[in-house]
């Protein structure tokens, strides 16, 4: 087991929220962090049905004077639990950790997370710190960063990132009675990837697929509901110039993303090498964000001219602007963008990542960095 760099929730008293997309490790991590815990799966079906139409059962199955944690595992699946849940924190102080993949269900029954009596957290794909000597980047660009697939060694990933669609986002879109036809959802997840890294464009992919807006649209509220997906806002904070409004998309693994993108040979190699390469990139940002509190800000930008800017940090210490390119050189070009925002935003700093072998500084406020070298020194650049 890797130990994550999720530690914080457990060093306190407080109850809270793990969240997380099926996969990321939460339960598993659990399991092994409290051993002498209490711990309700409703991924069982006697566990959830049980509670599910007797929630007066889980405080029957607390200890007496018990001061240990309560895990409810995909609470999710037994929203109805929630308002006892909020009861026994406030009448007997008793400490919950309640894990859920989604918050689609959570958010139709109107809970505002306890009003403020449990913490939130989320748990990502694993980061390059914490695979340590495990991480290789060419693994990690095909098969993404879930931990079954360093499980498994790599060795069956391509068919546990094929399976994860299928028996996992297939199966819970069904059981949510979110759509009848998965025949048009496949497509809708085809059309989807060929819009990763790029500007979101909702009647584009509703064209694509043969379905109205509106569906699409609900198709995507989906995938973001189940932490699947990321959509990144613009930067467009003092603009001086005109900037556009879309959001981008992503898939939140980059491994899920290449079992979910087809392949063939009108398909663009290189595209899918350079969205790969940004995905990793932004899981990185997105986790390591988050297990330090930052509290900073991931956003693009992109002028109505189409200048573009893959990522901009912005957060009370921090201001950088990440372009990410596959090439292994780096031309005045690729530097065009990024000096154009400086000169709009000269607070900021600038990063190159790229496929080369060099570290290369262009003046004080551009740095281009090899991509190996950038994902292990981004924890210090984060946190400078």
């Given at each position: 087991?890797?130990?994550?760099?999720?530690?914080?929730?457990?060093?306190?008293?407080?109850?809270?929220?793990?969240?997380g997309?099926?996969?990321?490790?939460?339960?598993?991590?659990?399991?092994?962090?409290?051993?002498?815990?209490?711990?309700?799966?409703?991924?069982?079906?006697?566990?959830?049905?049980?509670?599910?139409?007797?929630?007066?059962?889980l405080?029957?199955?607390?200890?007496?004077?018990?001061?240990?944690?309560?895990?409810i595992?995909?609470i999710q699946?037994?929203?109805?639990?929630?308002d006892?849940v909020?009861?026994?924190?406030?009448?007997k102080n008793?400490?919950?950790?309640?894990?859920?993949?989604?918050?689609?269900?959570?958010?139709?029954?109107?809970?505002?997370?306890?009003?403020?009596?449990a913490?939130?957290?989320y748990?990502?794909?694993?980061?390059?710190?914490?695979?340590?000597?495990?991480?290789?980047?060419s693994n990690?660009?095909?098969?993404?960063?879930?931990?079954?697939v360093y499980?498994?060694?790599i060795?069956?990933?391509?068919?546990?990132?094929s399976?994860?669609t299928?028996?996992?986002?297939y199966e819970?879109?069904?059981?949510?009675g979110?759509?009848r036809?998965l025949?048009a959802?496949?497509r809708?997840l085809?059309?989807a990837?060929?819009?990763?890294?790029?500007?979101?464009?909702?009647?584009?992919?509703?064209r694509e697929v043969?379905?109205?807006?509106?569906?699409?649209?609900?198709?995507?509220?989906?995938?973001?509901?189940?932490?699947l997906?990321?959509r990144?806002t613009?930067?467009?904070?003092?603009a001086?110039?005109?900037?556009?409004?879309?959001?981008k998309?992503?898939?939140?693994?980059v491994?899920?993303?290449q079992?979910i993108?087809?392949?063939g040979?009108?398909?663009?190699v290189?595209e899918?090498?350079?969205?790969?390469?940004e995905?990793l990139?932004?899981?990185?940002?997105?986790?390591l964000?988050?297990?330090?509190?930052?509290?900073?800000k991931?956003?693009?930008w992109r002028?109505?001219?189409?200048?573009?800017i893959?990522?901009?940090?912005?957060?009370?210490?921090?201001?950088?602007?990440?372009?990410?390119k596959?090439s292994?050189?780096i031309?005045?070009?690729d530097?065009?963008?990024l000096?154009?925002f400086?000169?709009?935003?000269?607070?900021?700093?600038?990063y190159?990542?790229?496929g080369?072998?060099?570290?290369?500084?262009?003046?004080?406020?551009?740095e281009?960095?090899?991509?190996?070298?950038?994902?292990?020194?981004?924890?210090?650049?984060?946190?400078?």
């Amino acid at each position: 087991m890797y130990k994550r760099l999720l530690q914080k929730p457990l060093e306190g008293k407080n109850s809270f929220f793990l969240f997380g997309a099926r996969g990321t490790g939460k339960s598993y991590w659990l399991k092994n962090q409290l051993k002498d815990s209490i711990i309700l799966n409703l991924l069982e079906p006697e566990t959830r049905i049980e509670l599910s139409t007797k929630p007066a059962l889980l405080e029957q199955q607390i200890p007496p004077e018990y001061k240990g944690w309560i895990v409810i595992d995909e609470i999710q699946k037994a929203p109805i639990l929630l308002d006892l849940v909020h009861k026994l924190i406030e009448e007997k102080n008793y400490k919950f950790i309640l894990t859920s993949s989604s918050a689609r269900k959570l958010k139709k029954v109107g809970t505002n997370l306890l009003a403020g009596r449990a913490h939130t957290y989320y748990m990502y794909p694993l980061t390059l710190q914490e695979l340590k000597n495990d991480f290789d980047l060419s693994n990690a660009l095909n098969f993404g960063m879930l931990p079954k697939v360093y499980d498994d060694k790599i060795s069956k990933a391509e068919k546990y990132l094929s399976s994860y669609t299928k028996t996992y986002l297939y199966e819970e879109v069904m059981q949510e009675g979110l759509s009848r036809n998965l025949e048009a959802f496949n497509r809708f997840l085809e059309a989807a990837s060929f819009s990763q890294a790029s500007v979101l464009n909702i009647s584009s992919v509703a064209r694509e697929v043969g379905i109205n807006a509106r569906t699409i649209s609900n198709y995507f509220d989906l995938l973001e509901d189940m932490l699947l997906s990321y959509r990144l806002t613009v930067f467009s904070k003092r603009a001086k110039r005109k900037i556009i409004e879309h959001p981008k998309f992503y898939f939140f693994d980059v491994g899920v993303y290449q079992s979910i993108r087809p392949k063939g040979l009108i398909n663009s190699v290189e595209e899918i090498e350079g969205h790969a390469l940004e995905t990793l990139i932004l899981q990185e940002l997105i986790a390591l964000n988050h297990y330090y509190e930052l509290e900073c800000k991931i956003q693009y930008w992109r002028t109505l001219n189409g200048q573009e800017i893959d990522f901009i940090i912005y957060g009370p210490r921090l201001f950088i602007a990440i372009e990410v390119k596959c090439s292994k050189s780096i031309s005045s070009s690729d530097l065009k963008n990024l000096k154009l925002f400086l000169e709009d935003y000269p607070e900021a700093k600038a990063y190159v990542v790229y496929g080369g072998k060099k570290k290369l500084y262009f003046g004080n406020k551009i740095e281009a960095l090899p991509i190996l070298d950038f994902l292990k020194l981004l924890p210090q650049i984060l946190r400078s």
